[in-house]
C-alpha cells in the first residue's frame, strides 16, 4: 500500500520518486526500475535487493551492523546532482557507498555505476566484505582497515588498499585497470590483467608488507613504487607488456620548498620461477644463481624434478630500478639471462647439451 511504501521510506532514509518498493521490515526489495532520493542507511542485518531492475539513489548509501546489498541481474546506480551558484560556477553532490562493521556486498552479472566516473564512490571497512561475479562498474573501490573481497568475472577501474588495512583481495578473470597494494594483507590476481595502456592507472605499491600472488596475469600500464614498503613479497607469474613501464617515486621532505630526497626508503621481495630444460624436457639437479653487477652471490637453487626453481631477490632504496644476472650451470653447459624488478615471470631458460 501507499501507506507501507512511504513508512518504509521513511524507516530507511529515502524518498520514493518512481517504481515500486517492496519488502518486509528490514530489507528493501526492488524488482522494477526504481528512483530513489536521499540518503539510505541499513542497519541490524538490513538488506538492499535489487533483481532484474534498474535503481536510481540520488544520495548516500551507508551500511553498519553486518547489513547487506545484493544484486542479481541488476543495475545500481548512483546519480549526482548538479547546481548552480551566482557568480561561483557549477557544482556537484558527490555521493558514495559505505560498507560498515561486518557489512557485506553481493553482485552478480550487474552494473555498479555512478553518473560520472571522476569521483571514488565505493568504500569498504570494518570487516566488510564484498563477493562479485559478472560485475562492472565504474566505481574506484577503497578499502580500509580489514576487509575480505572476491572479484570475478568483472570489470573494474581501480582498486585501492589504504596503508595499515589488513585485506585480503582475490580478482580472478577479470579486468582491472589500476590496482594500489598496502598494508599487510594477502592479495591474488589469477587469470586477469590490465588494459594496455601505458598512461592508465598504476599497479602502486606504497607502505606494503603483505603477499602478492600473481598466476597467468598480465600488466600493461605503469607500475609505481612508493615510499614504506617493508618487506612486502611478489609470487607467481606475471606477464609485463611491453608498454609497462616502471616508476619510481621520490621521496620528499616536509620542509617548505622541499626538494626530492631521492628513491623511496623501503624493501621488496620479488620471486621468480624458473624453469630449466633440455631438449624441450625438464632438468633437474640444476644448480641456478643470480648475482648483482659486483658478481655477489643473491640468491641460488636447485631445479627439481619439473625443472622448477624460485630464487628470490630484494629490491630496495638503492636498487629499485637494478638488473641482476641469472645463471644456470650444467658441467660445461651454461645459460644466462637477466631479471630485474619488471621482468616478466616464469623464466625458461634452456640449456644447450652439446
Known sequence: TLAALLAASIVFGVSFLAGTLLGQPGDIEVRQDTHLKGDIVLR??????????????????????????????????????????????????RYSIGLNDDS?????SS???????????LILRDNSSMVV?????????WFLDRASVQIENSDMPYLSVWPGSEVSLTIANSFVDGLAFSGAGEFQLID??????????????????????VENSSWGGPVEIWGGNEGGEIW???TFEETAVLRV????????????????????VRYYPIIITADGLPLSGVNVVIYDSN????????????????LAVLFDTDSWRAEFGLSAVVGENAVEHRVSLMTSTPISLALPTA
Not at 196 to 209: N, R, W, Y
Not at 249 to 254: L, Y
Request: net charge negative; hydrophobic share 35%.
Open 249 to 268: 617515486k621520490q621521496a620528499f621532505s616536509t620542509e617548505p620548498d622541499a626538494k626530492p630526497l631521492g628513491p623511496p626508503e623501503g624493501h621488496l
Open 133 to 141: 561475479d559478472g560485475l562492472f562498474t565504474n566505481e574506484i573501490i
Open 111 to 121: 552494473q555498479l555505476l555512478n553518473a560520472t566516473s571522476e569521483h571514488w564512490r
Open 192 to 213: 586477469s590483467r590490465q588494459r594496455v595502456d601505458p598512461t592508465g592507472s598504476p599497479l602502486a605499491f606504497s607502505d606494503f608488507s603483505g603477499v602478492a600472488r
Open 236 to 238: 607467481g607469474n606475471i
Open 104 to 108: 557485506r556486498l553481493e553482485a552478480y
Open 44 to 93: 541490524r542485518s538490513q538488506s538492499l535487493i535489487v533483481e532484474d531492475a534498474t535503481l536510481l539513489v540520488d544520495g548516500n548509501i551507508t551500511l553498519f551492523d553486518s547489513s547487506s546489498i545484493l544484486l542479481a541481474n541488476a543495475t545500481l546506480v548512483l546519480e549526482e546532482r548538479t547546481y548552480e551558484i551566482p557568480q561561483m560556477g557549477r557544482f556537484s553532490t
Open 295 to 310: 658478481g655477489t652471490l643473491i640468491s641460488s637453487g636447485v631445479s627439481g624434478d619439473t625443472g622448477l626453481v624460485i
